[in-house]
């Protein structure tokens, strides 16, 4: 993105689509018993679909804009040069974002129950409205325009902190880096440089005739 180029954008945008519809089949197909013998009509539908505590447009979208920036934000952050030079360790990314997928959610997804991907929750919602769930309701579209309206609020946020906040962010986390870096090595280095002073310890005889006149240990260095 960065780039400027946007080739992948689409293909992803479909595999993750695609994804969450196969998701929500297995789920369908696994739970397939169960759905004749549940009659709330609105649990069937928050097993495939996000939905609010309480249905207010303009609050609904703002906790999924805020919750999904701290996602985007976050794992930027995570994944950047300026706070781990070296990159991360092998295999630790994907724990890291898993972390803090499950960490939005508990404390930002109780609002709405944390789309904060629009594939995560359209794919679903679109396998509810077309896979014969017994005693299934509706699909609740009204609401899906929600999710999706949030990326486009987050992407604009992103374009932001990316286009104005990224130099200045880069240059401060390596000024910190430095400070912090400097505060503990410095001393180090000051110590390292100073000669070594040996004291000599005082010998003492040994008794039984053994080692007379010879120091029992070594020098040790201060």
């Known amino acids: 993105m960065r780039s400027g180029s946007f080739e992948k954008v689409l293909p992803y945008l479909a595999a993750q689509m695609l ?12 739970y397939f018993p169960h759905w004749k013998e549940t009659e709330d009509k609105i649990l069937k ?15 609904n979208l703002l906790s999924e804009v805020i919750a999904t920036f701290v996602l985007v934000f976050v794992a930027g952050a995570i994944f950047s040069k300026a706070v781990a030079t070296g990159g991360l360790a092998s295999g630790l990314g994907p724990y890291l974002v898993g972390s803090l997928v499950w960490g939005v959610g508990l ?10 991907n629009p594939a995560r929750d359209f794919g679903p919602r679109l396998a509810h409205a077309i896979l014969p769930i017994a ?10 325009s929600i999710p999706l309206l949030v990326r486009s609020w987050v992407a604009h946020l992103q374009g932001l902190r990316s286009g104005v ?20 090595a410095k001393p180090m280095v000051e110590r390292a440089r100073k000669p070594l002073r040996v ?3 005082k010998c003492f005889p040994v008794h039984a005739g053994r080692n007379v006149g010879r120091c029992p240990s070594m020098p040790r260095t201060l």
């Open 19 to 30: 994804g969450g519809l196969a998701g929500a089949t297995i789920v369908w197909l696994h």
């Open 45 to 59: 539908l928050r097993c495939f679909s996000t939905g609010p505590a309480i249905r207010s447009a303009l609050p």
């Open 107 to 116: 404390s930002l997804g109780g609002t709405t129950g944390y789309a904060i």
């Open 135 to 144: 005693g299934k309701g509706d699909s609740d579209w009204s609401y899906a």
């Open 165 to 184: 906040w990224e130099s200045k962010y880069e240059d401060n986390m390596s000024a910190t880096r430095a400070l912090l870096i400097g505060s503990f």
């Open 199 to 201: 004291r000599k310890e």
